[in-house]
DNA sequence: TTGTATGCGTTATCAC
DNA sequence: GTGATAACGCATACAA
């Protein structure tokens, strides 16, 4: 069964050629017979040979320089979780000579990820991990890399228009009928549910549209459009009305409001409205487990969070680049993490420091 | 920041020895003059020297041998899963050097365990990964190997009388109390939750107990006694009686059953029996994405499954053997897995081919 | 008690 | 076109 697995030497002698040679034919560098180098094929096939990882590690001394483009999390506390990620795949992989420089913009700011775009673009860099939080301005860089084939790794948010190495994140729309399918467990009878968008573009934010959409779908593909009810609403507060007092208007509006869903990490937000106002019997679903979050999921106000894995986004990003850069192994091109449901019971296993 | 890494050669040289010196007082292999141990370590903590693990593992081209000791799958599907997941970190770490044999016994007959645990301990193996669900029969083999110093893990069931390098797996206290939690959401008036034991040996799992324990707390601690009563039973088939008609006795005595919660993998059981009773709307929670169970699972009749992860179970315990033989990393030595909560909206992501 | 030499499997640089 | 050979960092057998 297990052979102690052949080696370049192995087959080398076997084709009576030289490791050189057996190095020369397995690398594609071509300037050698072609008799010899279908024999030396035909024999790697047969020993079934598989080059040995950390020898080519160790060999190669080289050094990979990777750059993360990424939202600064001191605006939007949601990217420190993707960043710890990256942190600890390079603490993995510095190892192998994998080093990750940071390039942070302003999430709320095109401009800003042009100004850090330009920054990477003009040092050169062996693979990028990249956060795409704005479509437009980031396509001419795409397509710059892509000619220099410089490989980039994308998390959060797919653009496909320029086939990245791998994207990493989520399928949107799926968790939108998940979240449908726990507020419907939750009240079986007559009701109304919320979607709520907090204080975001939506129409500029495709994955919310498809959040929203599959929560909807959940509900007319069980046949409950009748009895359950769902109502998107647009939050942002101004310089008029608060959030509060928007809510104040929606909930005496609706009638029978059993359940809100929060397309986004803001879901702390509706929670301190229904703690406040004692309407915690409302059920409440959001994502993330950002530490406001898991407050109001530990006193019971939340009653469930979707997951997104956002350091999971890091992490795997990371070793998608090393996997392709270093051990030149094949990865998927898409990689969707799982939509972990996350209760008060079993948020301890997702808070640690496993990816 | 990144400097390239100190190697033996480096403090060597700065302390003015060899690589052989050096490379004794860090194995501390004795034999070496106490000013220069002194010397060398000071250097090498200076250097923040840390060992080249490719180098390492490359140079010791030991094999390591592994034994799994665990139950045929052919009698309890359950148990491919923790195979699968030692199948593939096999093939990781096959390139390691490292070896898994299989020692298969009857998870119905504990004689059948000490036969293979037998054949175990008449080789020489330099590791083992063991599902102990033989208290009894275990704890002597546990107590030679420990003498022995071979190291073993324990996955699926926990027995710490001799210290396993590791145990994986998963809080069965905790993952009654989430159950709890999952069957309360969606049933927050008055009810009955029936916890289901099948066909089991209760009083010689302990597992079992903990997890109708948890279900039970679940409930008082949430002062929930007076709405919620918890209702456990013992369901084994007799030549007198199949489960189904004692499932009949049981909701015909029973008032206002709400929900199931079943300990083990077993919940297609009830799940058949509600949908030949078109008592679907009956809440029901259980264990492991086996085959017949996610069925239930997509056609509704399964609210939830409580995911054990028992690939992972086998795919990290081969890690933690190889961690401590190969890499010489330490590792906590006790590893719980997330007690993922699976609908069939979320299915997809926990079936895949990832650990 | 200490230093030197060799090899692990792969890659890269030579010379032929 | 091809074949030797040195090097990566570490461990170890052996010489001093």
């Known amino acids: 069964m297990s052979k102690p697995t052949a080696r370049i030497k192995d087959i080398a002698e076997k084709a009576n050629v030289s490791t050189g040679t057996v190095d020369r034919v397995l690398h594609d560098r071509g300037r050698v017979a072609d008799d010899v180098r279908q024999r030396v094929l035909k024999i790697a096939r047969e020993l079934d040979y598989k080059p040995n990882l950390l020898a080519r590690a160790l060999v190669s001394n080289k050094t990979y320089l990777i750059a993360a483009l990424m939202p600064d999390p001191t605006v939007a506390i949601y990217w420190q979780a993707p960043l710890d990620g990256i942190s600890k795949a390079e603490e993995e992989l510095g190892q192998y000579g994998l080093h990750v420089t940071q390039f942070i913009f ?44 410089i490989p980039f790794v994308l998390i959060n948010t797919h653009i496909p228009d320029y086939e990245p190495l791998m994207y990493i994140g989520q399928d949107s729309y799926q968790s939108g009928l998940l979240a449908g399918k726990l ?165 301890q296993y997702y808070t640690g420091a496993d990816s």
Chains 1, 2 share one sequence.
């Not at 920054?119 to 050169?124: I, L, N």
């Not at 509060?244 to 879901?267: I, P, W, Y």
């Not at 680049?321 to 019971?345: M, Q």
């Open 106 to 149: 302003d999430p709320y700011d095109a401009e800003s990820f042009s100004r850090a775009a330009d920054k990477v673009a003009a040092s050169t860099f062996d693979g990028l991990l990249i956060a795409p939080i704005f479509y437009r301005q980031s396509l001419a860089y795409f397509n710059k890399w892509k000619r220099q084939g």
């Open 183 to 347: 507020l419907h467990y939750g009240c079986r009878g007559k009701a109304t549910f919320v979607v709520a968008h907090i204080e975001e573009d939506v129409q500029n934010s495709s994955h919310l549209i498809h959040k929203e959409q599959g929560f909807k779908d959940y509900f007319s593909q069980h046949n409950l459009p009748e009895t359950h009810r769902v109502l998107p609403v647009d939050l942002q507060g101004t310089a008029r009305y608060t959030i509060a007092q928007q809510l104040d208007k929606l909930f005496e509006e609706a009638a029978n409001v059993k359940g809100v869903f929060v397309t986004t990490s803001r879901v702390n937000v509706i929670a301190e409205y229904l703690q406040q106002k004692r309407m915690e019997h409302i059920s409440l679903v959001g994502y993330d487990l950002l530490g406001r979050n898991v407050h109001y999921l530990e006193t019971g106000v939340i009653d469930f969070l979707i997951n997104q894995n956002p350091k999971g986004q890091g992490y795997w990003g990371i070793h998608g680049l090393a996997d392709h850069l270093i051990f030149r192994k094949k990865n998927s091109p898409i990689k969707y993490l799982p939509l972990d449901i996350i209760t008060k019971e079993n948020l």
